[in-house]
């Protein structure tokens, strides 16, 4: 099983600053590695896959960048309805999809 | 618009079978599509359990399988769950979703139901 470790567990950020997220693999997953974006009480959305595509109707302050063991998700520029939980998600271990721990963007 | 929503019980008494099934929107299951179901312990993080794919192709968590069992209702247009022996440790929100066309992430995703095992 791959494991998936995402630091910091607690990112504290004032809106309008940039936050970077931090994604690491046990072993390389290439690019094949999906960001998730989660409210309280919703289910997870898509927000990246393939390390850096951002998806359908997703806005351009969303970045990925990484591949092998190292993924960033970036937010240049933090709204209001960004303080979420974030997950990666690796799917190039097949049949074993691993989640990583999650990061919490909350307010400063 | 795909839209999924989960149904099913939500306790369920340790030792018995969960049985979730996620009814699908917008999109006819028996025109393709793999389908998944994720979950969420309170307050954790994102475990996948499974995807099945139309007929009868299915692929599991190894650390589930020997306890899961999906499948395909196209005449319902759903797809469901069953996970036997359930203890505590299975006390989730539990996730269907659709499988991305060409990879094995998630959207859209159902809003989740509470499955809560408990005598």
């Known amino acids: 099983e791959i494991l998936m470790t995402q630091s910091p567990a607690t990112l504290s950020v004032s809106p309008g600053e940039r936050a970077t997220l931090s994604c690491r693999a046990s072993?390389?997953?290439?690019?094949?590695l999906a960001w998730y974006q989660q409210k309280p009480g919703q289910a997870p959305r898509v927000l990246i896959y393939?390390?850096?595509t951002r998806a359908t109707g997703i806005p351009a302050r969303f970045s990925g960048s990484g591949s092998g063991t190292e993924f960033t998700l970036t937010i240049s520029s933090l709204q209001s309805e960004d303080f979420a939980v974030y997950y990666c998600q690796q799917y190039n271990n097949w049949p074993a999809l691993t989640f990583g721990g999650g990061t919490k963007v909350e307010i400063k | 618009q795909v839209q999924l929503q989960e149904s099913g019980p939500g306790l369920v008494k340790p030792s018995e079978t969960l049985t979730l099934t996620c009814g699908v929107s917008g999109y006819s299951i028996s025109s393709g599509y793999f389908w998944g179901w994720i979950r969420q312990p309170p307050g954790k993080g994102l475990e996948w359990i499974g995807t099945?794919?139309?007929?009868?192709?299915?692929y599991y968590n190894p650390s589930l399988k020997s306890r899961v069992t999906m499948s395909v209702d196209t005449s319902r247009n759903q797809f469901s769950l069953q996970l036997t022996s359930v203890t505590a440790a299975d006390t989730a929100v539990y996730y269907c979703?659709?499988?991305?066309?060409?990879?094995?992430?998630?959207?859209?995703w159902g809003q989740g139901t509470l499955v809560t095992v408990s005598s």
């Open positions: 072993q390389s997953v290439s690019s094949n």
């Open positions: 979703a659709r499988r991305a066309t060409t990879n094995n992430w998630f959207d859209p």
């Open positions: 099945v794919y139309h007929p009868d192709n299915t």
């Open positions: 393939g390390a850096s």
